[in-house]
């Protein structure tokens, strides 16, 4: 089962927008992960952050961590049309030592030019 | 390298069919995943190897039956599959036993059942 949920489901932004999605879980863990997809593709890393820390930027991505709500939020400024794909956070369980990846549902976010 | 390579891209089987989807990283990462992905859904996890080991099968149906033929290789074997699992398959690799654990996907291969 799926431990992870996002919101929204789908957000349609303008170029130059800031694009913000959020993500809560259920367990504890000993990271969170975003992804992002590509229409049919596979995923691609984006940023990690891990349960002790609370605010991770990696360049236009600003991703906080809230343990005490098991949330999370992903930001993305300045969007481009190039960051039109389906964003997904992940969670590894901090009882889990296999790398095993818990996935939310997703947030489908497209940028218009 | 930080690829992960998936073949064949695309499948097409009939029900009857027995064939392989295949894939391969050289980041030495000692972990690999197989993932199913219907459309418009997150990942779901089918099967852990760690150290070639199967260490994960998550209730998969038997007609699925993975092998770690080494620690670069990961194999996935399909037979008498049904409509219902036409899905993208992804496979995905890291290292294990450590906190901070980013996994890297290959492109996936697109499978339709016939």
């Known amino acids: 089962s799926q431990q992870g949920e996002e919101d929204p489901q789908a957000l349609s932004i303008q170029e130059g927008e800031n694009a913000t999605m959020n993500c809560s879980y259920k367990?504890?863990?000993?990271?969170l992960q975003w992804y992002r997809q590509n229409s049919g593709r596979g995923l691609v890393h984006l940023i990690l952050?891990?349960?002790?820390?609370r605010e991770k930027h990696s360049g236009r991505l600003r991703v906080t961590l809230d343990t005490s709500k098991k949330s999370s939020s992903l930001l993305i400024t300045a969007s481009r049309a190039a960051d039109t794909a389906s964003y997904f956070c992940?969670?590894?369980?901090?009882?889990?030592?296999?790398?095993?990846?818990?996935f939310g549902a997703g947030t489908q976010v497209v940028v218009t030019p | 390298d930080t690829e992960v390579t998936q073949t064949p891209k695309h499948l097409v089987m009939g029900m009857t069919n027995k064939k392989s989807l295949k894939c391969e990283q050289h980041?030495?990462?000692?972990?690999m995943y197989w993932y199913k992905q219907k459309a418009k859904k997150p990942p779901e996890l089918m099967f852990v190897?760690?150290?070639?080991?199967?260490?994960i099968n998550e209730s998969v149906p038997s007609r699925f039956s993975p092998e770690c033929p080494n620690s670069s290789l990961l194999n996935l074997h399909l037979h008498a599959l049904q409509p219902e699992d036409s899905a993208l398959y992804l496979c995905?690799?890291?290292?294990?036993?450590?906190?901070?654990?980013?996994?890297?996907f290959g492109q996936g291969t697109r499978l339709t059942v016939v």
């Open positions: 995905a690799s890291s290292q294990p036993g450590t906190a901070v654990a980013e996994a890297f």
């Open positions: 980041m030495g990462h000692r972990a």
């Open positions: 952050i891990r349960s002790n820390e």
């Open positions: 992940a969670t590894s369980s901090r009882t889990d030592s296999w790398g095993k990846l818990q």
């Open positions: 190897y760690s150290y070639e080991k199967l260490s």
């Open positions: 367990t504890s863990i000993n990271n």
